[in-house]
């Protein structure tokens, strides 16, 4: 174990939300390797994990059985995914998804014992994603093939200000006691996945929107939006294409897409 005489520096709050809690803190401060040192919490059908790096290094090996889902809350990464080339920084604000038994070799070029570059690890089971995604099907109530499904893709995006919240709010879920806390993790799950299987289906329906088996009465309303952008958003005829109240409309779209028409 590596002894430092004063206290570690530990990765900055990101805009205000507390990414830190006692017991994470604590666990950080027991450091035993300085590149990727890891504290982890363990949950059914998941695990979260804080990987601390305190110096440089190149070609460090990352892989999970499960997929992985990454946030980046201090510092920088340069992530080589060599199954698809993929070379790129990988920044604070930014999620990085790895499919189930997907490698990826990093490269450290900014930490130090007073910077250290951290992130945030959560492994999800496959069956957890599969059940997230068949009661999102039903809910949706698709006629023809699902259309929420994971896909086992690299995914690497910015993330916006309520999966940053949500992700504190995992951290603390994770690393505290509570009597709830199995429930509470899991519905922190549930959104989690949710996002994800949210983004992949909005990317599908925007890039195979003409495709028979995608044809939904939201994709409609969708396809008509893509041919009219130029005219001003008529929110009663996108009802009147889907056939829906305005308010199941508003329902059924954010489900599929995570957003407001």
Do not use: W
Not at 41 to 49: G, K, P, Q, R, Y
Not at 196 to 211: A, M, P, T, V
Not at 234 to 247: F, W
């Amino acid at each position: 174990m590596y002894c430092c005489p004063q206290k570690l520096s530990m990765s900055p709050d990101l805009k205000g939300i507390k990414m830190h809690t006692p017991q994470l803190n604590k666990q950080r401060q027991q450091l035993k390797v300085l590149i990727e040192n890891k504290v982890t919490f363990a949950a059914d059908n998941s695990e979260l994990s804080i990987y601390d790096t305190y110096e440089n290094a190149q070609k460090v090996a990352l892989h999970s059985k499960e997929l992985l889902f990454c946030a980046m809350l201090s510092g920088k990464k340069v992530m080589h995914v060599e199954s698809c080339q993929y070379h790129k920084a990988f920044l604070p604000h930014e999620s990085f998804v790895l499919a189930p038994e997907q490698g990826v070799l990093i490269d450290f070029e900014q930490a130090s014992l007073n910077a250290p570059t951290t992130c945030l690890a959560i492994e999800i089971s496959t069956d957890k994603i599969t059940q997230v995604a068949n009661a999102l099907n039903i809910e949706q109530r698709f006629a023809s093939d699902d259309l929420f499904a994971y896909t086992p893709q690299l995914v690497h995006s910015q993330h916006n200000s309520q999966t940053q919240q949500l992700l504190a709010r995992m951290v603390h879920l994770f690393s505290e006691p509570d009597e709830q806390r199995g429930y509470l993790i899991d519905l922190s799950l549930n959104e989690l996945i949710t996002r994800l299987l949210q983004q992949q289906s909005r990317d599908l329906l925007l890039k195979h929107g003409n495709n028979p088996q995608l044809k939904t009465p939201v994709n409609n309303a969708l396809q008509y939006i893509e041919e009219h952008l130029n005219e001003a958003l008529d929110i009663e005829r996108l009802c009147k294409i889907a056939c829906m109240s305005r308010s199941k409309f508003y329902q059924q779209f954010k489900l599929a897409f995570g957003t407001s028409p």
